[in-house]
């Protein structure tokens, strides 16, 4: 009892206290709250190419600080969104989309999932429809009956 | 048939060990260029020793272009400047440095401490440069073939056995192409 009391509390405690937020801050101001949330999108979108777990919003590597200004102000000369992708593909590779395009490359990582699943039902299906074996197949014919009383007599 | 399934999960469990074997080994900060096959980005900027001289890509002159992104701010740099120092005098590279997001006052005195070895340097205090070849750190090196195309990154120090394994055989493949008129 008393230690289903501390879990809950544990629980509760836990659920009151908000995560630290450690996100580098920011004084970009915007003229419209769409671009507020477009910037604040992409930043989430894009990787930081040095800290590599990280996105541009969560990182403070100077390099992600560089790329924040830079999409800051690719937002403000109205470009679009799949442009700013492009602008950044074009410099640092597929590798800063954190949602890889499908192509070529990324078959794999798009549609091996579902290949595998279906692979899986397949393997289901194929256990589930399976003959049962039959009862009389199990026992001994006549001819294994007699190897099996001249065995035992033998001991 | 019936043997081989019986061993499937076996087999799966052994090649998957290999993989993740495999990956031990692996650089995970190890990234392809997207710069790579590209020509070099178009640029005007100043140099490091004179504020008043502009520089283009029409300046890297030389068959095969190394361009060297360095900073003061930099530790790795420090330890790839002495063999910088030493493949400039490579007659078959020309070697051209990229200050980048550096204090000019700094950098002038580096090079003054520890020799010059760059052709120049450009001076790329806002990293605009760096932001169109996609460096996100320094050292990095790029090899620029005689058609001003770029044909490869390579991000961290160089050094003897680094020189030897990444670059010398891209150099004498470039010469070759560069003989038989590609």
Known sequence: ?155 | MGKLIRFLPLILVLALGVVLYRGLSLDPQEMPSALVGKTMPSFALKTLTDNDKLVTNADLNGDIVLVNVWATWCPTCKYEHPYLVDIAKDPQVTLYGLNYKDDRMAAQQWLQNYEDPYVFSIFDEKGTLGLDLGVYGAPETFVIDHHGVIRKRFAGAIDTRVWRREFEPLIAQLIEEKKQGK
């Not at chain 1, 890889?100 to 194929?126: D, N």
């Open chain 1, 1 to 155: 009892m008393r230690l289903i009391s501390f879990i809950l509390l544990a629980l509760a405690f836990m659920l009151t206290v908000n995560p630290v937020q450690a996100s580098p801050v920011d004084t970009y101001e915007f003229h419209d709250e769409v671009t507020k949330i477009r910037f604040q999108a992409l930043a989430k979108e894009l990787r930081c190419p040095k800290c590599q777990n990280q996105n541009l919003a969560d990182s403070n590597s100077p390099i992600a600080a560089d790329l924040r200004k830079e999409l800051y102000d690719l937002l403000q000369q109205g470009k679009a969104d799949s442009e700013i992708v492009n602008f950044m593909v074009d410099r640092y590779g597929e590798f800063v989309l954190y949602r890889p395009r499908v192509s070529q490359l990324t078959y794999v990582l798009w549609f091996g999932p579902a290949v595998l699943i279906l692979l899986a039902i397949l393997v289901v299906i194929m256990i589930v429809r399976r003959k049962p074996v039959d009862k009389k197949d199990l026992a001994l014919s006549s001819e294994q009956q007699d190897k099996l009383k001249k065995l035992l007599n033998d001991k």
